[in-house]
């Protein structure tokens, strides 16, 4: 569901249905308690209240501040990923200018094939969060062949050789990494606190009485703002590959690469 509604509206979409929702909600919860409940508008319970939702709201803002760490660190990483796999075949590519014309040419035709597959077949895949590794295998299988069934004869080959050879391997290892953090998503636990933790915060404000109508709405607006947002950067976070903020296969386009395109 998460990846859907980030594949299929903007984020400042999203703000507004998340926000702005959450907002709606508030106003309507006071306006409804200050009607049916004038014991709780005087603030008659306001001193239980408070400390109840002073107590929460440190224990759900520490819960927060831990996830959006944890997502931002992996987008990160992820983004620090992607540029570094991009880097590293692009190191195989110039790498092959030390073999003589034919073998250059099978190593490039090779690389090519491998960087169209990862940019025009798996990414659309990894915006949905289901990475097939398979639709890269044949070319990686292809690019290990070029190099299986060639033998360096000059010292300078032997050298380039061992140094390609030994990046592919980060290569294959950086794609590994890369097709994991496609399915990586918040465990359940976490997101019934994140989420659920919000349905039980924004109730809770509405029982803070504050005989004034405009400071209580400035109150209840404050909290479920900052709550929608909150929400918002969570899902945003959640998937690296989903979403406007979503890792880009830039990197797979530029430098030596981009003559393959």
């Given at each position: 569901?998460?990846?859907?509604?980030?594949?299929?509206?903007?984020?400042?979409?999203?703000?507004?249905?998340?926000?702005?929702?959450?907002?709606?909600?508030?106003?309507?919860?006071?306006?409804?308690?200050?009607?049916?409940?004038?014991?709780?508008?005087?603030?008659?319970?306001?001193?239980?209240?408070?400390?109840?939702?002073?107590?929460?709201?440190?224990?759900?803002?520490?819960?927060?501040?831990?996830?959006?760490?944890?997502?931002?660190?992996?987008?990160?990483?992820?983004?620090?990923?992607?540029?570094?796999?991009?880097?590293?075949?692009?190191?195989?590519?110039?790498?092959?200018?030390?073999?003589?014309?034919?073998?250059?040419?099978?190593?490039?035709?090779?690389?090519?094939?491998?960087?169209?597959?990862?940019?025009?077949?798996?990414?659309?895949?990894?915006?949905?969060?289901?990475?097939?590794?398979?639709?890269?295998?044949?070319?990686?299988?292809?690019?290990?062949?070029v190099f299986q069934a060639y033998e360096p004869r000059t010292k300078a080959e032997k050298a380039y050789y061992e140094q390609s050879v030994a990046t592919l391997g980060e290569v294959a290892q950086a794609r590994r990494t890369r097709l994991a953090d496609a399915q990586q998503s918040l465990p359940s636990l976490l997101n019934v606190l994140i989420y659920g933790g919000a349905l039980v915060m924004l109730p809770l404000t509405l029982l803070y009485g504050i005989?004034?109508?405009?400071?209580?709405?400035?109150?209840?607006?404050?909290?479920?703002?900052?709550?929608?947002?909150?929400?918002?950067?969570?899902?945003?976070?959640?998937?690296?590959?989903?979403?406007?903020?979503?890792?880009?296969?830039?990197?797979?386009?530029?430098?030596?690469?981009?003559?393959?395109?």
């Amino acid at each position: 569901m998460g990846i859907w509604l980030l594949n299929n509206f903007r984020t400042l979409t999203l703000a507004g249905l998340l926000g702005g929702g959450a907002v709606l909600v508030a106003v309507l919860g006071a306006l409804l308690v200050r009607r049916t409940h004038s014991r709780v508008t005087e603030g008659k319970y306001n001193d239980m209240v408070g400390v109840v939702l002073s107590m929460y709201a440190a224990i759900y803002g520490i819960i927060l501040a831990f996830v959006v760490v944890a997502e931002w660190e992996a987008l990160n990483d992820a983004e620090t990923n992607v540029a570094a796999e991009a880097s590293q075949t692009a190191e195989v590519l110039r790498d092959a200018s030390a073999f003589p014309p034919e073998q250059e040419r099978k190593v490039a035709y090779a690389v090519g094939e491998y960087v169209h597959a990862i940019v025009e077949k798996q990414w659309p895949l990894m915006r949905e969060g289901r990475p097939d590794p398979g639709l890269t295998n044949h070319e990686v299988v292809a690019l290990y062949q070029v190099f299986q069934a060639y033998e360096p004869r000059t010292k300078a080959e032997k050298a380039y050789y061992e140094q390609s050879v030994a990046t592919l391997g980060e290569v294959a290892q950086a794609r590994r990494t890369r097709l994991a953090d496609a399915q990586q998503s918040l465990p359940s636990l976490l997101n019934v606190l994140i989420y659920g933790g919000a349905l039980v915060m924004l109730p809770l404000t509405l029982l803070y009485g504050i005989k004034s109508l405009r400071a209580q709405l400035m109150f209840v607006i404050s909290v479920a703002g900052l709550i929608g947002v909150s929400l918002l950067l969570c899902l945003t976070m959640d998937y690296p590959y989903a979403g406007d903020l979503a890792v880009s296969p830039a990197p797979f386009k530029e430098g030596v690469l981009a003559q393959f395109w």
